[in-house]
């Protein structure tokens, strides 16, 4: 499973990530500080760091660089220093890519798969899901239905991660609106009745009498492949 080292000392911040990186099937560590995060980082080595640069203690980039002693790991930096000498000095430390706050869930986690690919090892094949037509490529973020590729939404991925990561388990409507909408819209139930029939309407043989992401009423959704 890969892991990844959450650097952030706002908690927020740290459980929004957390309940989303987890949610697409990543192991999530979290530090605090930037001493925190060097002494996690030489216990558990990551295969990915997100870094905020404004740490209570180092400043972050003496973290990337104390970090980058240490290894090769990639180091995506999160922060709200949008002045562009800040990006240079964090890139010229040995950052890999630089988000600044507030940023969209969506950036991120397309940004770190981009660092994930370019870094896996040689021959590493993405992992694929089938049901009835469709194919779900979670490596390359691709869907096709019948070989043809079908366009989603961001939000609409997002949603089919969660269920291709978790076939046959029942999850609750409100875990699902945290994991994919982010903590403050556990109740937005509207939100997830529209993306669920869109994504009936592209993936389901009938949409109307859906097999694959079905309704249990008062319970949530279950993934059947």
Sequence with gaps: MTRILVVDDEPQIVRALSINLRARGYEVTTAGDGLEA??????????????DLGLPDLDGVDVIARLRAQS???I???????????????LDAGADDYVTKPFGMDE???RLRVMLRRNAPAGTEATTVGFGRVV???GATR??????????TPTEWHLLEVFVRNPGRLISQRQLLSEVWGPGYENAHGNLRLYMAQLRRKLEPEPA?????????????RFEP
């Design 38 to 51: 060097i002494e996690v980082a030489a216990i558990a080595p990551p295969d990915v760091v997100v870094l």
């Design 72 to 74: 090769a790991v990639p």
């Design 76 to 90: 995506l930096v999160l922060s709200g220093r949008s002045d562009s000498a800040d990006k240079v000095e964090a």
């Design 108 to 110: 991120l986690l397309a």
């Design 136 to 138: 779900v490529d979670l």
């Design 143 to 152: 869907v096709t239905v019948g070989g043809a590729e079908v366009r989603l």
């Design 209 to 221: 009498r859906p097999v694959h992401f079905r309704n249990e009423p008062g319970m949530g959704y």
